[in-house]
């Protein structure tokens, strides 16, 4: 199973999150941040989990329930479980299984946490605030169809228009501070 391990600055082990059957291990299968996203002084873990063994033989999963899990710090519990962005929407297994996680000072002050699902047909896009309550949702369908397709291999951020907040880089194109 896919584990998450946290040590200290001095290289004690401090705690172990194992993530069980119900996700992958990789970068697209399986994002993960660590963060200080509510400004307690304290970085959080942020991850993509799920449960129960709904595993395929070759590995893949391919239902069941996906959550975003915010993970104490200092003892790796599950501090805050909320539901991960849907497939619903994509054609099969290679178009939602990719899966990201960003930051962003989209106010210029604040981080926020920035959920991506998929890169190379439908990407939805959710960012979300110190609560995890969203701020703003965007997806490649109806008004924004011609983006469709043009996501990446990772997400970034960058103050791109110079304006002292942070896009959601996506790829081939970018998400205005505001989504």
């Known amino acids: 199973t896919y584990k998450l391990d ?5 290289g004690k082990f401090m705690w172990r999150h194992d993530m069980g059957w119900s996700i ?9 941040m660590i963060f200080d996203i509510d400004q ?3 970085a959080e873990v942020y991850a ?7 595993r395929e033989m070759d ?18 519990k599950i501090l805050k479980k909320q539901d991960w962005i849907t497939r619903e929407g994509y054609e099969s297994y290679n178009y939602w ?21 998929g890169t190379y047909t439908v990407i939805k896009t959710v960012a979300l605030d ?12 109806g008004e924004y169809q011609k983006y469709k397709g043009q996501g990446g291999h990772a997400i970034m951020k960058d ?21």
């Open 6 to 10: 946290a040590y200290s600055s001095r």
């Open 24 to 32: 992958e291990a990789g970068t697209w299968y399986s994002p993960y």
């Open 40 to 42: 307690d002084g304290k």
């Open 48 to 54: 993509k989990g799920g449960e129960g063994d709904p």
């Open 59 to 76: 590995g893949h999963v391919m239902r069941g329930p996906e959550y975003l899990l915010k993970l104490d710090p200092l003892t790796g």
């Open 97 to 117: 299984c990719r899966n990201f996680l960003t930051v962003a000072y989209l106010n210029g002050k604040d981080p926020s946490l920035i959920m991506q699902r």
């Open 130 to 141: 110190k609560d995890l309550k969203p701020v703003w949702k965007w997806q490649s369908t």
């Open 159 to 179: 103050d791109v228009d110079g304006d002292g907040k942070d896009e959601v880089v996506v790829g081939t194109f970018a998400l205005d501070d505001n989504g």
